[in-house]
């Protein structure tokens, strides 16, 4: 059975992420690629001023939501954060990959973390772009319905 056959091993000389700073090496796994992303939008988000309030926050059950970062700026506003890292502009880039059907499940999980709260403060949707021009923060950057 042909599909059961093992890969070839990682060439050595394929390139890293442009962004991961790291000289060429074997090629990291996609979940790799997104926690080093993740840990990038952090670093920058916090040099701004924001202060993490969770990570990974998910919602549970099937159609459940995950929110990369919540944040909190220093007005009160809790922010949640949607990080996309892509390795090249090719088909729309990191922004146009934030589909209607991803903000409806970033959205689905902030209303339930704003359950935890008796008087939910205000909030907004960033997303951070991780990509060869470095890191792009668009605060903003769609509301809960969706825009």
């Known amino acids: 059975m042909r599909f059961l056959a093992k890969r070839p091993p990682p060439r050595a000389d394929a390139a890293a992420a442009p962004w991961s700073g790291a000289e060429p090496a074997a090629p990291a796994s996609t979940k790799a690629r997104g926690d080093a992303a993740e840990a990038l939008a952090l670093r920058h988000l916090e040099a701004a001023g924001l202060r993490l309030l969770a990570r990974n926050y998910r919602t549970s059950g099937r159609g459940g939501g995950e929110i990369d970062l919540v944040m909190q700026a220093r007005d009160g506003t809790v922010v949640f954060v949607e990080v996309r ?21 970033i959205v689905l ?5 704003l359950l935890r709260h008796a008087s939910p403060p205000p909030c907004r949707f960033d997303v951070v772009l991780v990509g060869p021009a470095g890191v792009q923060w668009l605060p903003a950057a769609f509301d809960a319905d969706g825009a």
């Open 109 to 113: 999980a902030a209303r339930h973390y």
């Open 85 to 105: 890292a892509r390795s090249s502009e090719s088909h729309g880039g990191a922004l146009a990959s934030i589909g209607a059907t991803k903000r409806a499940r």
